[in-house]
């Protein structure tokens, strides 16, 4: 079961991350944040973490993340930038790293204006609704019950229950992106699939919001518990 706080946590710190994603893709370009430490580091996390150290007074208080919560904010920005976006070389410009480090962070920062949306495949279609699955026999089990195949289906894909799946689902993998662990673009199929209309668009001033997936944990357990019960 979700603990509030962690989830409230993992919400503000995906919030802070995108707003610091679209400021990036101004500043940089404008000259406003300049590279000026060379990093060498294969790990994306720590990266993350020297350079929004290096910047952190210069960057806007909707995307500072409180210091005590540095390190998950580094893994799950990192997580961000890898889920969720390509880089994309426009004709007549190159991928460069203003600090002279083509590390992935400092790449993707450089090369912000460049970003685009990844695109979802059929494989990651299946990922996701494997997690979702998955998620359901877990929550189950939690409740000391055994879920049959047909009955976890069931749950993912009836349209009484279906949002809710995908709501707490994403909200697992939000909690473990604050840890570094990503699922990929299965999670970007997750996202989708709660903040946007059945016509393919973004819905119109859709907020995530932490409540909302801790309510559809709990109405689905008490889905879980109520079918076991008849």
Same mark, same amino acid.
């Given at each position: ?24 893709? @101004?500043?940089?370009?404008?000259? +406003?944040? /300049?590279?000026? /430490? ?15 150290? #290096? ?8 995307? %500072?993340? *409180? ?5 998950? +904010? ?11 976006? =390509? ?5 007549? @410009? ?21 970003? @685009? ?25 939690? %409740? #000391? ?15 009484? &229950?279906?949002? !809710? ?15 570094? %662990? &990503?699922?990929? *673009? ?10 946007? !209309?059945?016509?393919?668009? *973004?819905?119109?001033? +859709?907020?995530? =919001?932490?409540?909302?997936?801790? !309510?559809?944990?709990?109405?689905? &357990? ?7 019960? !008849?």
């Amino acid at each position: 079961m979700f603990e509030r706080d962690e989830v409230h946590k993992a919400v503000e710190l995906h919030r802070r991350s995108y707003n610091l994603l679209r400021w990036l893709s @101004t500043a940089i370009s404008k000259g +406003f944040i /300049r590279f000026e /430490r060379a990093h060498d580091y294969a790990d994306q996390a720590t990266a993350a973490k020297e350079w929004i150290q #290096g910047h952190y007074l210069n960057l806007p208080a909707s995307c %500072r993340p *409180p210091l005590d919560q540095l390190d998950a +904010f580094a893994q799950f920005f990192a997580t961000y930038l890898t889920t969720s976006f =390509d880089l994309v070389e426009k004709a007549g @410009t190159r991928v460069t790293s203003g600090c002279g480090c083509y590390c992935p962070i400092c790449t993707y920062v450089t090369s912000a204006p460049h970003l @685009t949306v990844k695109k979802v495949t059929r494989q990651d279609k299946a990922r996701a609704r494997k997690l979702k699955l998955e998620a359901v026999e877990q929550l189950g089990k939690e %409740r #000391g019950i055994s879920l049959d195949q047909k009955r976890i289906e069931k749950l993912v894909d009836a349209p009484e &229950s279906s949002e !809710n799946v995908s709501l707490m689902t994403y909200g697992q993998q939000l909690i473990a992106r604050t840890h570094g %662990r &990503s699922k990929g *673009p299965a999670v970007l199929v997750l996202w989708r699939e709660i903040a946007w !209309n059945k016509k393919g668009a *973004p819905k119109k001033g +859709f907020e995530l =919001d932490a409540d909302s997936i801790v !309510n559809a944990e709990m109405a689905l &357990s008490h889905l879980i518990v109520d079918g076991d019960s !008849n």
